[in-house]
């Protein structure tokens, strides 16, 4: 007897222009995403060196960096369900042949769903409308980092290793 494979639910997001009051639901859906990601490098570098990269508290850290980037570049939002599903963020350098994919996430409630290959894509649209020849975007190696580095290769990036090391002096 053959058991057919689950198929991955695919869902087309309204991707439109983030406005200020999406600023909050951009905030709450993001912590909620990379949760597992800031425990995954905890894990791996320990508490000492995630407090010095990450304070005291990684949501208030990262809290200020998103509401940053709402503030700094290019934000779309994915609405799924009338909610805000996920966002990206984009950065277009000034005199820089590229563009960079800043911050993306995606509701953990929508996640698994295609929203974010369709953030990375509509997104490297952006760029490319915007006269970039390539674009970039940076994630981890560790295994909280897996469901990103998932999307990006499925959105057509390509992964060239590197490796980052951190010495708490």
Partial sequence: MVIPRRRMIRRMALIRPATAEDEDAIVELSLLAWEPVFA???GIIGPALARQLFSDDWRRYQEDDVRRACR????WVAEADGTVAGFTAVHLPDGEPHGEIYMLAVHPDHQRQGIGVQLTQFAADQMRTAGRDMAIVNTGGDPGHA????TYERAGFVSLPQAQYYLLL
């Fill in 72 to 75: 700094t570049y290019e934000v």
């Fill in 147 to 150: 469901p990103a580095r998932s």
């Fill in 40 to 42: 995954s490098m905890a």
